[in-house]
T-cell receptor, first 111, second 115 residues
C-alpha cells in the first residue's frame, strides 16, 4: 500500500457545487497533515493544515479520521478559481514530520 | 521577501550531459528540501537538509544524483550523467524548523527535459 493515496480525478463540477476529496495514509503514527493547492505549471502552496478536531477556513473544511486513516477536504460554493490540483501531505513513516505528498486530485470547476 | 528562488526555470539538455539546478531558500529558513514531480510518480522527496547538513537522502534515485548545501543561502542538485527518464519538474522548498504545522514554501521549479 502506498503511503499516501489520492483519487487523481478529475472532479468536474459546476460553479456553486460542493465537492469533497479524500486522502488515505498508511502511517498510523502520523501526527500532522496538510492540504496544498497546485495550479497548472506552478508550485504547490499550502492551503491549510489539518487538525485532529477538524478546521474550517471560509469555504474550505478539512477533517481527519484517524480510525480509518484518511483526511478530507470539502469545498463549498465552488468558484472557477478553485480549479487546481489538491495535494495532501502526511509525514513519512517513522514518525518524522517531513511530509510525503499524494499525487494530487484534479478539480475542474466549470460555469 | 522574494521567496524561494530556483534557476534555471527551464533546462533542455542532451542525454549524458551534466545538469546543475540551483536554489536560494528564504532567508532565515533552516530546512531545505528537493522534490521531483512527474505525472507518473507525483511529488517525490529526493533529499532534505537541516542547517546545511543533509539529513535524509534516501529519496535520491541513484548515484547520478547529488546535492550540496555549502551555506545557508544556496543549494545545488546535480545530475551526472543525465538520462531521458530524469525529465521532470524539480522543486526546491524551505521552511523554518519542522513541526506539526510547519509550512513548506516552494520555489517555482525547474522544468528539466533530457533528450
Amino acid at each position: 500500500r502506498k503511503e499516501v493515496e489520492q483519487d487523481p480525478g478529475p472532479f468536474n463540477v459546476p460553479e456553486g457545487a460542493t465537492v469533497a476529496f479524500n486522502c488515505t495514509y498508511s502511517n498510523s503514527a502520523s501526527q500532522s497533515f496538510f492540504w496544498y493547492r497546485q495550479d497548472c505549471r506552478k508550485e504547490p502552496k499550502l492551503l491549510m493544515s489539518v487538525y485532529s478536531s477538524g478546521n474550517e477556513d471560509g469555504r474550505f473544511t478539512a477533517q481527519l479520521n484517524r480510525a480509518s486513516q484518511y483526511i478530507s477536504l470539502l469545498i463549498r460554493d465552488s468558484k472557477l478559481s478553485d480549479s487546481a490540483t489538491y495535494l495532501c501531505a502526511v509525514p513519512l513513516s517513522g514518525g518524522s514530520y517531513i511530509p510525503t505528498f499524494g499525487r494530487g486530485t484534479s478539480l475542474i470547476v466549470h460555469p | 521577501d522574494a521567496g524561494v528562488i530556483q534557476s534555471p526555470r527551464h533546462e533542455v539538455t542532451e542525454m549524458g550531459q551534466e545538469v546543475t539546478l540551483r536554489c536560494k531558500p528564504i532567508s532565515g529558513h533552516d530546512y531545505l528540501f528537493w522534490y521531483r514531480q512527474t505525472m507518473m510518480r507525483g511529488l517525490e522527496l529526493l533529499i532534505y537538509f537541516n542547517n546545511n547538513v543533509p539529513i535524509d537522502d534516501s529519496g535520491m534515485p541513484e548515484d547520478r544524483f547529488s546535492a550540496k548545501m555549502p551555506n545557508a543561502s544556496f543549494s545545488t542538485l546535480k545530475i551526472q550523467p543525465s538520462e531521458p527518464r530524469d525529465s521532470a519538474v524539480y522543486f526546491c522548498a524551505s521552511s523554518v524548523g519542522w513541526g506539526a504545522s510547519t509550512e513548506a514554501f516552494f520555489g517555482q521549479g525547474t522544468r528539466l527535459t533530457v533528450v
